[in-house]
């Protein structure tokens, strides 16, 4: 178990394909905006920032999914995302995805787990 684990939210907060919660974390020594989502029964997360230029994607607050509800898309460039692995799907991400956060599903909850180490 990850000793500096934090809570996001509860389990039952995050829908398949439905609002995200915003969240932030330490990234790299700077207070950054990030996102969780539920996308086939798992929860993943990611920074809230586009992979095209930094600008945070959800185009009405925690609305990260498309209309389909099949990927998360940028509000802004129209920049489609696997939401299983934060994968450039199209748009002008031009092949540069989502950075993925390490989230753990446990006792109805959802934690953030940075690792140990920093990068």
Known sequence: MVTNARLICRAADLTD????????????GTEEAAFAVRFQGRAFAYLNRCGHVPVELDWQ?????D?????LM???HGAIYSPQDGR???GRCN???LT????EERDGEIHFTPSEQKS
């Open 95 to 97: 092949g540069r995805g």
């Open 67 to 71: 209309d389909s509800k099949l990927y």
């Open 17 to 28: 394909g439905g609002p995200g919660v915003r969240f932030t974390v330490d990234w790299r």
């Open 61 to 65: 607050e925690n609305e990260f999914f």
């Open 100 to 103: 993925p956060l390490p989230v």
């Open 74 to 76: 940028c509000a802004t």
């Open 88 to 90: 450039c799907l199209g």
